[in-house]
């Protein structure tokens, strides 16, 4: 079963005005796992996957991340950004959005390369 943590931080995410019981947010929200995708992406002639995590997320998820990637067929490429906790250091202060400036710079510098290739 998945923690309460996690689950509250997805209803955050998805701005849900009020909880949904778990039962009922899991049936629809696990479908969107990329787990379920692995089938189609571990042959060849899927689009070009980039899959990014963060440095400083829990060691059980870079693995988990670093072992899907070790199965999907090319075209792929897995990064890590340096010292970026989950959504690349993104928060939110009331109703503006903070960006950190290493890990934008990040991920510029790899997505542009990677959206340019043929």
């Known amino acids: 079963m998945v923690s309460g943590t996690w689950l509250r931080r ?7 005005s009020q909880p949904v019981p778990p039962k009922v ?7 969107m796992n990329l787990e379920r995708l692995l089938d189609r992406l571990v042959t060849l002639g899927h689009p070009p996957l980039l899959l990014i995590d963060e440095s400083r997320e829990p060691a059980a ?3 988990w991340l670093a072992e899907v990637c070790a199965r999907v067929a090319e075209p792929k490429r897995c ?3 340096a010292d970026a906790e989950h959504y690349a250091n993104v928060s939110e ?3 503006f959005v903070v960006y950190d400036r290493r ?3 990040q991920l510029a510098d790899a997505i542009d390369p990677w959206l340019r290739q043929e």
């Open 103 to 105: 890990a934008a710079a």
């Open 79 to 81: 990064l890590t950004l």
């Open 61 to 63: 998820d870079r693995v």
């Open 10 to 16: 997805q209803m955050c995410y998805l701005r849900l």
């Open 93 to 95: 202060l009331g109703p």
């Open 25 to 31: 947010f899991l049936a629809y929200r696990f479908p």
